[in-house]
């Protein structure tokens, strides 16, 4: 793909989606409250680097939407199970994550947080700052030399971030269960570059409601975090595999009902609605965290930043429409 001609415009472009990376998971999610506002520039550059380098990728091979969605998964695969290790940790960060583990690995946790990391970490930023910029038609954000100071920070914060939680944590991951990891990560990443077919007809007339994503989006957005909840709740008395088996057969439904609708066309307000479906779960999800935190300064950051992420929703569902 040729390159952008004048770097410059893609400054904030670039600038946005870094941003949406580390706003959307951590501080709009509650993952990182404003009472841990001090950890919002390492994240930034962690996860803002690290979807730059998927978006970038992802533009400059042409690479289909689903491939974002598989590169988010090695994203997650990578941070969880060889940075952090809470895929392995029963104890992450004196957290009881162990609900489900069997044979060293922490599956209920594994299977709802890579997942959540391929969804709010990588892909929504990543399609909603592609939504945002349409003008720029597809083309790279980065010149070359950028995307090579990304790729270097990407890797200078995952060493830290390692590092730290060593140090942290005197627990040490199996070697053959991060080989296993590893190897998964490059089966993602091979797949999203193998992938070529479109999951919906761009010739078609009949467009899919946009109703009907965004409802499905919250939905299946809202019942993951619900999952992902259940870990600290113990499944709220249900054996770990039933909330195991519940989060496979949500993503049969929503693969059944993708195939259903390959043949109708896939519009700006689609995506839109699919987009602002996960965040607004997102948001809810995040406004319950720091209510059951009980820390007050918490609660009122969250309400304004869930103010902000729906006043800029709305600004930019108003302007898709008048496309």
């Known amino acids: 793909m040729k390159e952008n001609q004048n770097w410059k415009q893609g400054i904030l472009p670039a600038l946005t989606l870094s941003v949406l990376s580390v706003f959307i998971p951590e501080i709009l999610m509650g993952s990182t409250p404003a009472s841990r506002a001090e950890q919002w520039i390492l994240e930034w550059i962690f996860y803002g680097s690290g979807v730059l380098l998927v978006g970038e990728i992802a533009c400059r091979y042409r690479l289909k939407p689903i491939s974002v969605i598989l590169f988010g998964l090695a994203f997650g695969l990578i941070e969880e199970g060889l940075l952090l290790q809470s895929v392995f940790n029963p104890d992450f960060l004196n957290l009881d994550i162990s609900y489900g583990r069997m044979w060293g690995v922490n599956w209920v946790w594994a299977q709802f947080i890579v997942v959540y990391h391929a969804l709010f970490s990588i892909s929504i930023p990543v399609f909603l700052a592609r939504l945002a910029f349409l003008k720029y038609g597809g083309q790279p ?16 914060t995952s060493f830290f971030y390692f590092t730290i939680f060593q140090s942290l944590s005197e627990f040490r991951a199996p070697v ?24 919906f007809s761009e010739s078609s007339d009949k467009s ?3 109703v009907l994503t965004g409802v499905v989006s919250v939905m299946f957005s809202g019942l993951w975090l619900l999952g992902l909840r259940e870990v600290f709740t113990k499944g709220d008395g249900l054996p770990s595999w039933v909330i195991q088996l519940s989060g496979i057969v949500l993503i049969g439904l929503l693969v059944i009902l993708i195939y259903l609708r390959r ?22 999800y995040g406004l319950y965290i720091n209510v059951q935190s009980g820390n007050r300064i918490d609660l009122i950051f969250q309400i304004i930043f869930i103010s902000i992420a729906l006043s ?7 302007r898709l429409r008048q496309e």
């Open 263 to 284: 043949n109708q066309r896939w519009s700006l307000k689609n995506q839109f609605s699919v987009l602002a479906g996960g965040t607004v779960a997102g948001a809810v």
């Open 176 to 199: 053959a269960g991060l080989v296993v990891v590893f190897l998964l990560a490059v089966v993602f990443v091979a797949l999203a570059f193998l992938i070529k077919k479109k999951l």
């Open 141 to 156: 954000w980065l010149s070359k030399i950028g995307l090579a100071v990304v790729a270097g920070l990407y890797i200078l």
């Open 312 to 318: 800029l929703l709305v600004l930019l569902g108003n």
């Open 208 to 210: 899919i409601p946009p």
